[in-house]
């Protein structure tokens, strides 16, 4: 059973161009990649619109330097909360610890929601961490473009 069509995949690509991640939860992905290296990390990226508000970094159920799954009950958990704080899972994200930041064969297999963003974190070059985002379907993979943004800051007197 094909979940998605070609057509709507591109509705998809369309709509979805970009995830706006603010540099602390940036530096926070790359960290959890690099304390879960040589394994692959995942986590969760939830907020509204866009714009990510929070990251839950979750704990590689395979224990692998291949391929990654979320238990149920830490999904559960990340759910309740972004339900609980009005927020939208926007993105999955994972590590790939020795390889490019490219969806793998495994990825595509593996996709458990097709209509969102997946992250991979690339530590091929552990001192220079590369991050991209794609929309990953059966059909086709396409590029999202990533922002990285500052936090805003209340400023008071």
Known sequence: MQL????????????????RIPKSIYRDMIAHARQAWPLECCGILAGKDSLVQKAFALQNAERSPVRFSI???DQLIAFEEMEKES??????YHSH??????????????????VLTSVIISLKEIDNPVMKAFQIDKEAIYLQEIE????KRDVTE
């Open 71 to 73: 238990a149920p009950q």
């Open 97 to 114: 610890p020795q390889t490019i930041p490219f969806p793998s064969e495994t990825d595509v297999e593996m996709t458990a929601y097709p």
């Open 4 to 19: 998605l069509s070609a057509n709507w995949a591109q509705v998809i690509h369309e709509e979805m161009r970009m995830i």
């Open 148 to 151: 990285i943004v500052e936090e």
């Open 87 to 92: 927020m939208e899972m926007l993105a999955i």
